[in-house]
């Protein structure tokens, strides 16, 4: 037993080691700790415990949910060799959705409520509302609106420009931070209806999961996007699962981290600086209510 327990020690400390060392490998280094605990959990010798440093089930959704440092490290520093994950496979099997019938009809009753909680809504509203996100004077536009932009009043004033695209028109006159509004269905077509280098700020929240022609749509942000000019998408692990897209509802938030930040460098806008955030409440380490995290880009 005393051997049992030397042996577990130094398996986690090497283990540990390894995951440090890895950190910035993203998928990798979740593919490796995932081989390495079911090799070591079949051996006699070892009774795994839970992991700290490992990802682990939400109780309300029975999904995953990632470790500090998994969403950022989801991304890749170097994007050469990397393939499109899209390139070569069947994608209307990825695209497909539960729910085939027209977005319109899904969408033509209002919702006027949130579709994260209380803490996630307060973290988006900070975080979006923030000098460093708009600034004064700012053209911005809101991509898959809805009632609300989370934006608070007083930032609402000092921009240019705040213009909402979404699905339902008594949600958006309903939004009384927008300066304009249009209601599109991005899957019918993805083609942006404002002239070229229109915006400073992009912004795309709790939506990216049902586009089902999310490089088109891309494409498109990087057009309407003036040079310098940022995208934030925005996603939590709360959706309409019937209208989710299946390559979305398949994976877990690091998955996809990894997935939105590819439909930004694969939609070949010559997006830069592609980053993740996991910008969540954590208590001990782990994610308090609902998580929250931001895949963000520069248009050169």
């Given amino acids: 037993m005393v051997?049992?327990?030397?042996?577990?020690?130094?398996?986690?400390?090497?283990?540990q080691q390894f995951s440090e060392a890895l950190s910035s490998m993203g998928q990798?280094?979740?593919?490796?700790?995932?081989?390495?605990?079911?090799?070591?959990?079949?051996s006699p010798f070892f009774v795994m415990p839970e992991l700290a440093f490992a990802s682990y089930i939400d109780p309300k959704?029975?999904?995953?949910?990632?470790?500090?440092?998994?969403?950022?490290?989801?991304?890749?520093?170097?994007?050469g060799g990397v393939e499109d994950p899209l390139a070569g496979t069947d994608i209307k099997e990825l695209f497909t959705r539960l729910d085939k019938?027209?977005?319109?009809?899904?969408?033509k009753e209002p919702r006027l409520v949130e579709h994260i909680d209380e803490n996630c809504v307060t973290l988006l509203t900070d975080f979006i509302s923030s000098d460093k996100i708009l600034k004064r004077g700012d053209s911005v536009l809101d991509l898959c609106s809805s009632w609300t932009s989370h934006i608070d009043d007083a930032k609402g004033r000092e921009l240019k420009r705040l213009s909402g695209l979404g699905m339902n028109s008594?949600?958006?006159?309903?939004?009384?931070?927008?300066?304009?509004w249009t209601v599109k269905d991005l899957n019918e077509n993805p083609k942006l209806p404002y002239d070229d280098s229109s915006f400073n700020v992009v912004l795309c929240q709790l939506s990216i999961d049902y586009l089902t022609r999310p490089l088109d749509v891309m494409k498109e942000v990087g057009r309407v996007l003036v040079p310098g000019g940022?995208?934030?998408v925005f996603f939590s692990n709360r959706l309409f699962l019937q209208k989710a897209?299946?390559?979305w509802t398949g994976a877990d938030d690091i998955d996809h981290a990894y997935t939105v930040a590819c439909y930004l460098h694969f939609s070949d806008v010559g997006f830069q600086n592609i980053a993740a955030q996991d910008l969540?409440?954590?208590?001990?380490?782990?994610?308090?209510?609902d998580p929250l995290y931001a895949v963000s880009a520069t248009k050169m």
């Avoid at 008594?170 to 304009?180: A, G, P, Q, R, Y």
């Fill in 170 to 180: 008594f949600e958006l006159v309903s939004n009384k931070v927008l300066t304009d």
């Fill in 245 to 247: 897209v299946a390559l």
């Fill in 101 to 107: 019938a027209s977005d319109k009809e899904f969408y």
């Fill in 3 to 15: 051997l049992k327990s030397i042996y577990m020690f130094l398996f986690l400390l090497v283990l």
């Fill in 61 to 79: 959704m029975g999904t995953m949910l990632p470790d500090e440092g998994e969403i950022s490290a989801s991304v890749p520093l170097d994007w």
């Fill in 280 to 289: 969540s409440t954590r208590r001990k380490g782990k994610i308090v209510g």
């Fill in 230 to 232: 940022r995208v934030y």
């Fill in 28 to 42: 990798d280094r979740r593919n490796l700790l995932k081989t390495l605990s079911t090799l070591v959990s079949s």
